[in-house]
């Protein structure tokens, strides 16, 4: 079976891929910035492997990169995200909007590069999934300029490395999920969750589980004629 990374993988989608990819018999790493006790748990449970990793710390990012050079991974599932900062654009500050942007680029350039290039080493190719969201595929809310820019950035990344990276035998990709009940929402008072999902065509948030559903399906040989592509898992909302 394959090996598989999966950063941002002790809560939440992350968790949720962890949990699949291992019970199909993979051997997975997955990351954990903070929540020791849960990222052990997971571990316990699934027989994947804990990694602590840093997105926002170049030192954390060049150490990853290292591991995934001198490792034999089939496939990187970039998934892990800082909570953004739900700020109007008016009032942002301008290096605060850079920062983040510099932190979610950083890690899922370095880890991807490192990737492919021992997979070129290997011959051996191999799938990249990165992990967006809706808002790039339609009108984002107020308040997410920050995060929405990221995402829209590493939608460009996934495009071109598709491009780059296919020479090599590797596929890339990207999901955009819909709004899903994880802790990454937790800062949302329930009732606008709850208006959210009433004013969508399914009446319902999107589940971890199914967005793991397709990041499973986009890394498996089932997919070998699939990269480039933007998936989006919204319930209807976008297409």
Known sequence: MSTILVTGGSSGIGAAVVKRLAA???????TFCRGAERAEALAQ???ARPVHYDQGSPDSVQGLAALIRSSELDALVNNG???PPRQLVLKSDAEAFLAYQTAAL???FALSTAFAARARERQAGGAIVNVLTVYTLGMPPAKLSAYV?????????????AVEFIRYGIRVNAVS????????????????IEQ?????????????DEVAAVIRFLISPDAAYVSGVNVPIAGGTAC
Not at 149 to 161: I, Q
């Open 24 to 30: 199909d018999g993979h051997a997975v790493l997955f």
């Open 45 to 47: 449970a699934t027989g």
């Open 81 to 83: 995200a800082e909570r």
């Open 106 to 108: 950083r890690g899922v």
């Open 149 to 161: 820019t990221s995402k829209y950035a590493l939608l460009g990344l996934t495009r071109s490395m």
């Open 177 to 192: 999920p819909g709004v899903t009940r994880t802790e990454f929402i937790g800062d949302l008072p329930e009732r606008f």
């Open 196 to 208: 959210l999902a009433a004013g969508l065509p399914m009446e319902r948030l999107a589940t971890a």
